[in-house]
């Protein structure tokens, strides 16, 4: 079964809003967890890094007011795209990652409709 | 900056072939290296992992090798079948988990 299980799978929303995603591990300690966007035929980006107990690092052009991460314990991230607009609209992925082992194990993802 | 590229783009195979995809990257410090397979529309499925240690690893009709030194990694996928048609995509892990380009695959009957 997943080991990773991301919420919502699939969002509509207005332009605006805010929307929250979260990602668990459901039998393994993440200190590590990965965020990242995907659209339309093109590999995974990288948006953010989220430790455990710190803040999140960004990557280069990832607005970190736009995209906020709480990495508030060993089993859950969460991502809020803040006020929401179309361009926003994308596959969110989270990842896990193992402390200990350092594999990494992926959620089902999330589909972000912005209307 | 790790870079990681994955060739072909697209590939597309009748059944029973036996394939090579390729991966590689740019900086060879890495902690492993990882195979997965995604279908259209869908999250990801993890395939296989190498650690920086290890030079191969197998699952049933799949074989991944890791040449660090050279930078380069091969998903070998034995005797094809429609079921693997999907996008394949390697990842390697520093502190970062980042991923290739990609590499679609279509198995006909």
């Known amino acids: 079964g997943a080991v990773v299980s991301q919420h919502p799978s699939r969002v509509i929303c207005k332009s605006g809003t805010s929307v929250k995603i979260e990602c668990r591990s459901l039998?393994?300690?993440?200190?590590?967890m990965f965020w990242y966007r995907q659209f339309p035929k093109q590999s995974l980006m990288l948006m953010a890094t989220?430790?455990?107990?710190?803040?999140?690092?960004?990557e280069q052009g990832v607005e970190k007011d736009k995209f906020l991460i709480n990495h508030a314990s060993l089993t859950l991230s969460t991502l809020t795209v803040t006020s929401a607009h179309p361009e926003d609209s994308s596959f969110y992925i989270c990842?896990?990652?193992?402390?200990?082992?350092?594999?990494?194990?992926f959620g089902a993802g999330t589909r972000l409709s912005v209307l | 900056k790790q870079e990681v590229t994955q060739i072909p783009a697209a590939l597309s195979v009748p059944e029973g072939e036996n394939l090579v995809l390729n991966c590689s990257f740019t900086?060879?410090?890495?902690?492993?290296l990882q195979w997965f397979r995604q279908d259209p529309g869908k999250g990801l499925t993890s395939l296989l992992l190498?650690?920086?240690?290890?030079r191969e690893q197998t699952s049933g009709r799949l074989n991944a090798s890791l040449d660090k030194s050279s930078g380069r990694s091969t998903l070998y996928i034995a005797a094809s079948q429609p079921g693997d048609s999907a996008t394949y995509l390697c990842?390697?892990?520093?502190?970062?988990?980042?991923f290739g380009t990609g590499t679609r695959l279509q198995v006909f009957p």
């Open positions: 039998d393994f300690q993440a200190t590590t």
């Open positions: 900086d060879s410090a890495i902690y492993n």
């Open positions: 190498i650690q920086s240690s290890q």
């Open positions: 990842s896990a990652r193992d402390r200990v082992t350092l594999r990494a194990d």
């Open positions: 990842a390697v892990t520093t502190d970062k988990l980042i």
């Open positions: 989220s430790n455990e107990g710190s803040k999140a690092t960004y």
